[in-house]
């Protein structure tokens, strides 16, 4: 069983348009993340909901809107696509929200690309 | 400013060999520290993780050492394997961080046969 899923896979998309990614976990876990992986492997957090409440909102433009209608899902909604929304979107959870020592458990990955 | 970083983006190795892979950070303030591995075209796995009150731990085949003098964190991987081709991430978070890791750019394993 895939622990935290993501979909789509793959999305290409043009300027302009609006698009979703969907997440899911079935980890039993309380918070859950989006990252942004640039071409160049850089990894960056975009924002954390823990039940359901916003925690963290890295200074993102507000095209992004994250949901999370129930603790085991956060989806990503993009409004008004840009050529530099390009890249890779990982969700992921953790099991409790503010420990230092937390591990991140990721899903394999949306390659947004916009043309 | 704050940075996580990585001394070489690609190692390459001899398959049977080991792999040491490093990560300098600079925020004093570091308290947890994690190494990722990235194969491709899945998300980064949590490969083995160490407190700032340790300077060394062991998992399978991997080992972590923290030198908190320099601010410095190593990866060894021992006798390399051709599964272990990825990139590996380091990662930190630091007290009163929640969960906000932050993550270096990334090393390049590759495995020779």
């Known amino acids: 069983d895939t622990a935290v899923s993501q979909t789509p896979k793959y999305l290409v998309t043009q300027m302009g348009n609006d698009k979703s990614i969907k997440c899911e976990q079935n980890l039993g876990h309380d918070t859950m993340y989006w990252y942004k992986q640039d071409s160049k492997k850089f990894l960056k957090i975009m924002f954390s909901?823990?039940?359901?409440?916003?925690?963290i909102n890295e200074t993102v433009p507000n095209r992004f809107s994250p949901k999370s209608p129930d603790k085991a899902h956060l989806n990503l909604h993009i409004n008004s696509l840009e050529l530099g929304d390009s890249a890779v979107y990982f969700c992921?959870?953790?099991?409790?929200?503010?420990?230092?020592?937390?591990?991140?458990?990721f899903g394999s990955g949306t390659q947004l690309s916009v043309l | 400013g704050e940075s996580v970083g990585l001394h070489l983006p690609t190692l390459s190795v001899q398959e049977g060999d080991n792999s040491i892979i490093n990560c300098a950070y600079s925020n004093s303030a570091s308290d947890y520290f994690i190494w990722y591995k990235q194969e491709s075209g899945k998300g980064p796995q949590f490969i083995i993780d160490i407190r700032s009150n340790m300077d060394k731990r062991q998992g399978q085949r991997v080992t972590v050492l923290l030198n908190k003098t320099v601010k410095h964190l190593s990866l060894q991987i021992a006798a390399t394997q051709p599964g272990d081709s990825a990139v590996y991430f380091c990662a930190e978070n630091r007290v009163g961080g929640g969960n906000k890791l932050t993550f270096g750019t990334g090393t390049q394993l590759k495995v020779e046969l």
């Open positions: 992921a959870s953790s099991q409790v929200q503010g420990a230092t020592n937390e591990k991140l458990f």
């Open positions: 909901y823990n039940n359901k409440e916003l925690i």
